[in-house]
Every structure is written in C-alpha cells, then in structure tokens.
Nanobody, 126 residues
Framework: QVQLVESGGGLVQPGGSLRLSCAAS????????IGWFRQAPGKEREGVSC????????NYADSVKGRFTISRDNAKNTVYLQMVSLKPEDTGVYYC???????????????????WGQGTQVTVSS
C-alpha cells in the first residue's frame, strides 16, 4: 500500500529554519515526482515546490524562492524540503504528494497527484 509520511514540522521563530521530510513506503519513489503543498487556516491549499523523479527539475512558488530548497534521496525513498528565513506567512500544514507526471517533470498542480501524506504542522511565530 502506498504511504507517505511527513515529518520535521514544529514551532519556529521568524528567521528560523526547518527541514521537512517526506518518506515513502510500499513502493519506490524512483519514477515519481513529488510535490510539497501547504494550507494555512482559512486559505486554499497552495503548491510550494516540486521535484521530478530523477531530481533534474525543481520548481518553487514565488513566495518561497530563495528560501526553500527541495531535494530527494531515492536510495532512502525520501524527499526533503529545507526551509530557511521562515516568515509568519509560511505557517500552515505542509503536505507532500506523489504521482507519475512525466519523465523528469514536476508540477505544483495538486489535482495531478493521487497520493498524499497526512501533513505536518509548521508554525512560525515569535
């Protein structure tokens, strides 16, 4: 059974850093793109970043460019989202999702992902 588990969330002060992990079990991630999404209270879910199956392509929302870095370790079946210079507006539940979206492609369109994790809470507050 396909399963994604996010971890690494928590409470951090503005300007701080966190590294989120998305671990897959039940199948190998090698041929699957991964997307990171977030949802703040009262707001729609938004795409944050994505990485292609081989890691050659990445994409970031304008709001996180230069602050977030997505990476993957297929040997560990895990994808990471390194977040630095965090802002209060980064607060929300962060989800990872996966699906086949084409060779060396990725997308932050949530409708193209069938498999989702349960999410991890990130709170940026002083």
């Amino acid at each position: 059974q396909v399963q994604l588990v996010e971890s690494g969330g928590g409470l951090v002060q503005p300007g701080g850093s966190l590294r989120l992990s998305c671990a897959a079990s039940g199948w190998a991630l090698d041929y699957y793109a991964i997307g990171w999404f977030r949802q703040a209270p009262g707001k729609e879910r938004e795409g944050v970043s994505c990485i292609s199956s081989r890691g050659a392509r990445t994409n970031y929302a304008d709001s996180v460019k230069g602050r977030f870095t997505i990476s993957r370790d297929n040997a560990k079946n895990t994808v990471y989202l390194q977040m630095v210079s965090l802002k209060p507006e980064d607060t929300g539940v962060y989800y990872c999702a996966t699906d086949r979206v084409g060779i060396d492609r990725c997308t932050t369109r949530s409708s193209l992902y069938r498999y989702w994790g349960q999410g991890t809470q990130v709170t940026v507050s002083s």
